[in-house]
């Protein structure tokens, strides 16, 4: 038997599944919906609603006071300006470390790990809410975030670069940014809608469960991200 003829009755003794798995390997991208959905546009419109539901709303939460809620909505600024203080010293450290962590976790679970302190900062204002005596949780909540929020920029950054080609990252990152940017818009209209007939100068706890809510839902989108470093061609 020739060499030809020998390769090809190996060929034709290769089971299917194995052919499969082999193209699955090589990153092509499959059609129908499973392709639109491991769609690089899509996958990053996933991450820009991450962002949207964590830092997002954070921004709604911690805007200026005169503007969105204002220091948090409460009446004592101090307490909120403690808890950021506490946020950017850990963040500043954090982020250091962030890549590191990102390359032995991948960026799916790092990205989850860091959007889940958005829910747990904004749990310690409804906890303030409930209780007057639990400022101290703000602090303590602010200090969690800020190591959270280093790992989810680093694990944005990771897949920002990861699914879009070379000539559609420009592109893609004004998407992920216009996404992100809505947070605090939609953050500061609900603050507005729930707090409109309010007489007091506080935000009522019906905002704090919404904004947490949401960020619940955020934490979550993570685990349903495709493998990155699949085609970003619309050719797949």
Same mark, same amino acid.
């Given at each position: ?88 010293? *850990?963040?500043?450290?954090? &982020? @250091?470390?962030?890549? /590191?962590?990102?390359? %032995? #976790?991948? =960026? ?96 009522? *706890?019906?905002?704090?469960? &919404? @904004?947490?809510?949401? /960020?619940?839902?955020? %934490? #979550?989108? =993570? ?14």
């Amino acid at each position: 038997m020739s060499d030809i003829e020998k390769e090809r009755s190996q060929h034709e003794s290769t089971p299917a599944h194995e052919v499969s798995v082999s193209s699955q390997e090589k990153g092509v991208r499959p059609g129908g919906l499973r392709g639109w959905y491991q769609h690089p546009v899509v996958q990053v419109c996933m991450l820009g609603f991450v962002a949207f539901m964590g830092p997002g709303l954070f921004n709604a939460l911690n805007a200026p006071v005169g503007t969105g809620l204002g220091g948090g909505g409460r009446v004592d600024q101090k307490t909120s300006a403690n808890g950021n203080a506490a946020l950017y010293a *850990t963040f500043s450290v954090a &982020a @250091f470390f962030g890549g /590191t962590v990102n390359n %032995v #976790l991948g =960026p799916r679970l790092t990205l989850l790990l860091g959007s889940s302190g958005y829910s747990l900062y904004i749990g310690s204002y409804l906890a303030t809410n409930l209780h007057d005596n639990a400022g101290w949780f703000i602090i303590f909540a602010g200090a969690i975030l800020g190591v959270c929020a280093g790992l989810l920029w680093t694990a944005q950054g990771s897949l920002m670069l990861s699914y879009p080609t070379e000539q559609d990252k420009g592109t893609y990152i004004a998407i992920f940014w216009a996404i992100f940017n809505l947070g605090g818009v939609v953050g500061g209209a609900v603050a507005f809608g729930q707090n409109y007939h309010s007489t007091g100068d506080a935000v009522g *706890t019906s905002t704090y469960i &919404a @904004f947490l809510v949401l /960020t619940c839902i955020g %934490v #979550l989108i =993570p685990s349903m991200f495709a493998r990155a470093g699949l085609p970003a061609s619309d050719s797949g």
